[in-house]
């Protein structure tokens, strides 16, 4: 209890009851100005809110890149408006008081939900209900991964996660707080904003869970406060922080509107401005007299001293950082620093040529695990898992430590059945810095990450999606999980990188270009099914790196160019031979990875796509493909779901076979010379 004392102790001038209202009064000006957001939880929260930040969470305004800083997740995103004044008044410097103005406005810093990205000092993009707990378990488990590594004095901080009632309902909580009670996350401390309202109304309109045996169920340490109660709240935070073995939850009773005359403690005040008349009476019953946008300086005073209470922690934390080894100290903030850079690339050469060298046939899972292999010597911050698909999706070698309850030496986590915890614990261990997570699942399960998956795309994270079993090609387990409208679902979303590469080689290059995208998350489809070496020449240079490439190009005037991904370019090469006994000139090209392709200039692509008519195939839906087949193209794929049958059964049921992409071939040359 001394800490908190004494740290409040630091506001002579100010209460916190001032202090908390002027996260109130910001907040429900913001709103009315902007006649549009929520009020509601901000004014719920604030005195939880003040007690956290003026007393407790670790951070410096000034510095709000300091690796050991405490993060606060606000995963009930929708209060953004909680986060953004506090923001402003505690100091950091880009959110200014016109930037709580321009709330909700085009180019400004304060977007509806927070955005990674957009001010210093949010840590991840929030607003999908459940995510922003999600990340918080990764980034508590990014904590012990890195305090591990690195000792108490270097990393050791907390996760504080705000949740609402909307996070706890969504399912994706049940995976999160399941998981941190496993790993034993005793640093997350997840403050609930009890307030028993959500849109509809009551939450007992849709939910009586009882959330404190629902969380003492998967061994979390659990209390319940009066969250308008400033010494209860610090006096629960201060016990959880005691608890290490244990995340913690406080459920915070609070009512939503706090101080809103009419309408507190009802959904009128979740998500709409308040009006004229209920701020003006908001302004009364707080006692806050002052104009909008005004903290009167005293106040002012007190939160900005808050913003730098942590100034001497912070320079003795620099002085010990100061005595790390140069790449020690990069890789706190950049695992892939220029170093690590070329190691992966000397990795990816080797191994390239050994493959090149093998020659044989191998599922691309399998050069994935190979290729893993070599790059777990090179990548120190490298953290990989499965969703209980370990053996299939290959994401294991013999180099990895498997993670344990409470023992974070380890390098590889068995997620569980958990697929959308991870992909959203992933995106928190990006987001935390310091490492690089990879995890597997079958590809047709990306449907259970994919909220996630579009964030760590929104967001520019460097995640890495092993997701194997990428077609009809795995065979029997049937069409629940053959993935058929995955990889165009995929390739819809932004600044996501899909990749499928066709051999052992094209999977180390695509493996290259994940870990060298900073900004960007790489799907890698992956096959079950053995496929055989086609780039059986080396080649020094990642030909994968431009998205699409000439690989077999014929002597003369091309009359048709065969476009394959992944396991179908086999097939394509056959066709190519196929049709030159016909004296038909094919060029193949691979294509592994749309959205690389189209990022190259036009001249290129031209070059490579030819004038020439095209037919392309691959194991999955045409949708998306008319981009690089052109009106006159013809596609050789799937066009409805698969079926339980050992694998070349079923390429030769649904008609994807070398005859077939020869036959579409012969056509198109017959069609363009008549
Ligand atoms: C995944 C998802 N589903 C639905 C929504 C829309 N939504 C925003 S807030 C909210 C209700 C949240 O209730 P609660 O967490 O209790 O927030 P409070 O009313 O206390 O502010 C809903 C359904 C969303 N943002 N995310």
């Not at 488990?141 to 009632?165: K, Q, W």
């Not at 009670?181 to 849709?206: E, M």
């Not at 995640?463 to 999980?481: F, K, N, R």
Request: glycine letters at 10%; aromatic letters at 6%; a negative charge.
């Amino acid at each position: 209890m001394g800490e908190a004392l004494m740290q409040d102790r630091l506001l002579p001038e100010t209460t916190h009851q001032d202090m908390a209202n002027a996260i109130r009064a910001l907040a429900m000006d913001a709103v009315q100005k902007a006649d549009s957001g929520h009020p509601g939880m901000p004014m719920g929260m604030a005195d939880v809110a003040t007690v956290l930040f003026t007393r407790f969470l670790k951070f410096d305004a000034a510095h709000p890149d300091w690796p050991d800083r405490d993060r606060f997740v606000l995963s009930a995103g929708h209060g953004s408006m909680l986060l953004y004044a506090l923001l402003y008044l505690t100091g950091y410097p880009e959110m200014s008081i016109e930037e709580i103005r321009n709330f909700r406005q085009l180019g400004s810093r304060t977007p509806g939900h927070p955005e990674y990205g957009h001010a210093p000092g949010i840590e991840t993009t929030t607003g999908p209900l459940g995510q922003g707990l999600g990340n918080a378990v990764g980034m508590a488990l990014a904590e012990r991964l890195l305090n591990h590594r690195y000792g108490e004095e270097i990393v050791n901080h907390f996760t504080y996660c705000l949740a609402g009632d909307g996070c706890l309902m969504e399912g994706i909580s049940q995976e999160a707080i399941s998981l941190a009670g496993h790993l034993k996350l005793g640093r997350l401390i997840v403050l609930f904003d009890d307030n028993q309202i959500s849109i509809d109304g009551p939450t007992d309109l849709a939910v009586s869970d009882d959330q404190l045996e629902r969380f003492r169920a998967s061994h979390w340490h659990v209390a319940r406060v009066d969250g308008h109660d400033p010494e209860a709240v610090a006096l629960a935070i201060e016990n959880a922080r005691e608890v290490t073995d244990k995340p913690s939850l406080i459920a915070c009773r609070t009512i939503i509107g706090y101080g809103a005359p009419s309408k507190a403690g009802t959904a009128a005040t979740h998500g709409a401005a308040l009006g004229e008349e209920e701020v003006a009476g908001t302004r009364k019953s707080l006692g806050w007299h002052h104009e909008p946008f005004e903290v009167p300086k005293p106040i002012l005073a007190s939160w900005r001293a808050v913003g730098t209470r942590n100034r001497a922690a912070l320079d003795a934390w620099k002085k010990v950082a100061d005595r790390l080894d140069a790449p020690a100290r990069t890789h706190l903030t950049d695992p892939i620093d220029v170093k690590v850079q070329k190691d992966i690339k000397a990795a990816i050469e080797a191994i390239k040529s050994d493959f090149a060298k093998d020659g044989g046939k191998l599922a691309t899972r399998q050069s994935s695990q190979k290729v893993l292999e070599r790059l777990m010597p090179a990548i120190p911050g490298l953290i990989g898992g499965s969703a209980d698909l370990t053996g299939s999706n290959g994401t294991l070698t013999k180099l990895h430590t498997i993670l344990k309850p409470g023992d974070f030496s380890g390098t590889y986590i068995h997620y569980g059945v958990r697929e959308h915890e991870m992909a959203a614990a992933m995106n928190g261990m990006a987001l935390h810095g310091g490492i690089v997570p990879y995890g597997g699942t079958f590809l047709v399960f990306t449907d259970y990450c994919r909220p996630a998956i579009r964030l760590s795309a929104l967001m520019g994270q460097r995640v890495i999606y092993v997701m194997t079993h990428d077609s009809i090609g795995l065979g029997e387990d049937g069409p629940t999980h053959q993935p058929i409208e995955h990889l165009a679902a995929l390739r819809a979303v932004p600044n996501l990188n899909v990749m499928r590469p066709a051999d052992s080689v094209e999977c180390a290059e695509c493996w290259e270009l994940a870990l060298l995208a900073k900004d960007t998350p790489t799907i890698l489809a992956l096959t079950r099914q053995g496929v055989p070496l086609l780039r059986t020449i080396p080649t020094k240079e990642n030909l994968s790196a431009k998205g699409a490439y000439v690989l077999v190009e014929p002597k003369g005037k091309r009359d048709v160019t065969l476009i394959g991904t992944g396991s179908e370019l086999s097939l394509a090469i056959e066709a190519a031979r196929s049709l030159e006994g016909d004296g038909i000139k094919a060029a193949v090209v691979s294509m592994p990875c749309f959205e690389l392709f189209a990022a190259q200039d036009e001249s290129y692509r031209n070059a490579v796509l030819g004038s020439a008519p095209r037919v392309a195939v691959e194991a999955a839906v045409e949708f998306g493909w008319d981009k690089w087949l052109g009106p006159d193209g013809t596609f050789v794929g799937m066009r409805g779901f698969g079926a339980s049958a050992p694998a070349q059964d079923l390429y030769k049921h649904f008609g994807i076979t070398t005859d077939a992409v020869a036959a579409a071939a012969r056509n198109l040359v017959r069609k363009t010379k008549r």
